[in-house]
């Protein structure tokens, strides 16, 4: 397996726009987290979900966030509008039953 | 919710010593504690996973040990390598077993 795999690398948006990034997590495995990085605030986890289903979504900072797991092999998470604040690295994550997560090499997002 | 601590400066080191990198948790003591390294400009990968129930465990030249009366973790890197400079991440599951929280990260840098 490629291992999980995020796209795009990088995105450099204008505020105000709509950024999509997504996420094809490794097959097999029945868990998906969606994780911001920042230098101030590290690795915070915005939603996790389970079988497709969403479980936990307390950590989206707000409604601008939102996030989609239609089938198992894909998930996507959105800002509309998004806002310089919103400048980080996006991780996707995906684990078999709740073990070791295996991270995506991430999307670094700038919001100017 | 459960706050996991690491020591934020960078941990300097010469080649071939032990470095020892340290994770302080908050609340309440978790079912286990995991380590993830990360590289600049790539995602945490998992290193190790140890139990409440367990005070030690061994990886090759890592090790873990896990205090619950000190509330934490300590991560061990013996005869250390300049390939071994990276973040060090602790980690935590929440009140979700599968809601894992992270520290800051610690960097390690080993001098030749």
């Known amino acids: 397996d490629a291992g999980v795999i995020q796209s795009p690398r990088h995105e450099v948006t204008e505020m105000g726009q709509e950024v999509t990034l997504r996420c094809k997590p490794i097959?097999?495995?029945?868990?998906l987290f969606w994780y911001r990085q920042t230098m101030m605030r590290g690795l915070e986890l915005l939603i996790y979900f389970n079988n497709n289903v969403p479980i936990d979504d307390s950590g989206m900072p707000e409604d601008r966030f939102s996030a989609k797991m239609p089938n198992a092999s894909f998930s996507t998470l959105k800002i509309q509008p998004s806002e310089p604040r919103d400048s980080a690295v996006y991780f996707c994550?995906?684990?078999?039953?709740?073990?070791?997560?295996?991270f995506g090499q991430g999307t670094r997002l700038t919001v100017v | 919710s459960q706050k996991i601590e690491q020591n934020s400066e960078a941990l300097n080191i010469q080649e071939g010593k032990t470095a020892t990198l340290t994770c302080n948790y908050t609340n309440y003591s978790p079912a286990y504690l995991q380590w993830y390294r990360q590289d600049p400009g790539r995602g945490p990968v998992f290193l190790l996973l140890i139990r409440e129930n367990e005070k030690e465990k061994r990886k090759e030249r890592l090790k873990v040990t896990f205090d619950t009366t000190l509330k934490q973790s300590l991560f061990h890197i013996t005869a250390s390598q300049p390939a071994d400079s990276a973040t060090y991440l602790c980690a935590s599951p929440n009140t979700g077993f599968q809601k894992l929280v992270f520290g800051t990260g610690t960097r390690l840098l080993v001098s030749p």
């Open positions: 994550a995906s684990s078999f039953e709740g073990g070791e997560a295996f």
């Open positions: 097959s097999g495995h029945d868990y």
